[in-house]
């Protein structure tokens, strides 16, 4: 068994967190950024001193970036290895209950959680998504992991109530927000982007391939040609998984120039690895058009207006908790409905921060809850 260990009056916690780590994905990297963070500062103010060991896809990249250890995610003897030194171990955040990208991905979680629990060790799971789950089998693996953790978190109430319906106790499942509500931007960072009063507006734009055919691409571009139509502005796309919504963002901007757009200016950003980098770009942004959950989440954190566009549930869960509904979905987008949402939007831009000012406000409040949850089970 591990020894919890103590520096002068200090408790000293070794937690290991299990993720979608180390794979180039900015929405990703952003939470486990978050939750370090807030384990830090959690840990500070509860007299905790804890050292969190990320399992990662690339661990010398994640320890380069973080300044943490990390070790192979699936390597089983640095696992075990791991776990037995362990004083606990996080699972989260993001979406790692699912099957929509494949059967392995819920059987690789709850077995980390799993081998865990049968070594002694406390579990907690921290503003997790849960679901789609279409695969009935896996129910039962979701169901006894969270059963046997000490703390349990989720992002939204979708996913408190599949826990529910597959037999996880409801007063047992804290609903909080993403933990990158909380993302704080870089230290001393200019938020300004070559800002002159005759600039034109910014309009980020995050897009991922999701069909096979391209038709929602096409739409999006369709779409944003609509606005381009009615007003010149700066579209900027934000490429937040690397390399492939780098290319998915060419050719919509290949498109977009087939089309095209007026006055308007099309660019495509490259923000590099720091999830925190990537916040600044949104925070530059006028407006956000996003397809990606956490380019949306990024805009809602820096109070950037924000128009996002529906491939899976997890979005429009997003959106609700702000009182939002998506302009469309990858099966359904009106070109002329998105440029109206938009004109309007970038007329009252003001308008809408006052409107969704205090969701947003609750949000970033409520996202600290599972790490100052966490560091008290701990101390």
Same mark, same amino acid.
């Given at each position: ?13 070794? !937690? ?73 171990? !996080? ?289």
């Amino acid at each position: 068994m591990a020894q919890m260990g103590k520096t002068g009056n200090r408790q000293v916690r070794r !937690i290991i967190v299990s993720g979608y780590y180390g794979f180039n994905n900015s929405g990703d990297e952003a939470v486990l950024k978050s939750i370090l963070n807030a384990l830090h500062a959690e840990g500070e103010a509860q007299g905790v001193t804890i050292n969190p060991v990320v399992l990662s896809a690339d661990p010398a990249w994640t320890t380069k970036m973080y300044g943490c250890e990390a070790v192979p995610r699936m390597s089983p003897s640095a696992l075990l290895r791991e776990i037995r030194r362990c004083d606990g171990l !996080i699972s989260g955040g993001g979406s790692l209950l699912q099957d929509a990208t494949g059967w392995k991905t819920i059987p690789y979680y709850t077995g980390v959680l799993t081998l865990a629990q049968m070594l002694g060790k406390p579990t907690f799971i921290y503003s997790q998504g849960v679901g789609p789950v279409n695969r009935g089998w896996l129910f039962a693996p979701i169901r006894r992991v969270m059963n046997k953790s000490k703390y349990i978190s989720v992002r939204d109430a979708e996913s408190a109530a599949l826990l529910g319906r597959i037999g996880v106790a409801h007063e047992r499942i804290e609903v909080v927000p993403d933990p990158v509500m909380g993302l704080p931007l870089p230290e001393g960072a200019d938020v300004s982007l070559a800002a002159a009063e005759n600039e034109l507006p910014i309009i980020g734009v995050s897009l991922r391939h999701w069909r096979k055919d391209g038709a929602d691409l096409e739409r999006a571009a369709a779409a944003l040609a609509a606005l381009a139509s009615r007003r010149a502005v700066r579209f900027r796309f934000l490429p937040f998984h690397m390399p492939d919504d780098a290319v998915t963002s060419q050719a919509v901007i290949d498109r977009l120039k087939a089309i095209g757009i007026g006055g308007s200016v099309v660019e495509l950003a490259a923000p590099g690895d720091d999830p925190q980098q990537m916040l600044l770009e949104v925070s530059r942004c006028d407006m956000m058009f996003g397809m990606r959950l956490h380019a949306l989440i990024y805009a809602a954190n820096q109070r950037v207006p924000l128009i996002g566009l529906s491939y899976d549930p997890k979005i429009d869960q997003f959106l609700n908790r702000l009182g939002l509904t998506a302009v469309g979905t990858t099966e359904q987008l009106d070109p002329e409905q998105f440029a109206n949402r938009a004109d309007s939007l970038l007329n009252d831009l003001d308008g809408w921060r006052a409107r969704h000012g205090e969701a947003i406000d609750r949000l970033k409040r409520e996202a600290q809850r599972p790490a100052q949850q966490i560091a008290a089970l701990l101390s």
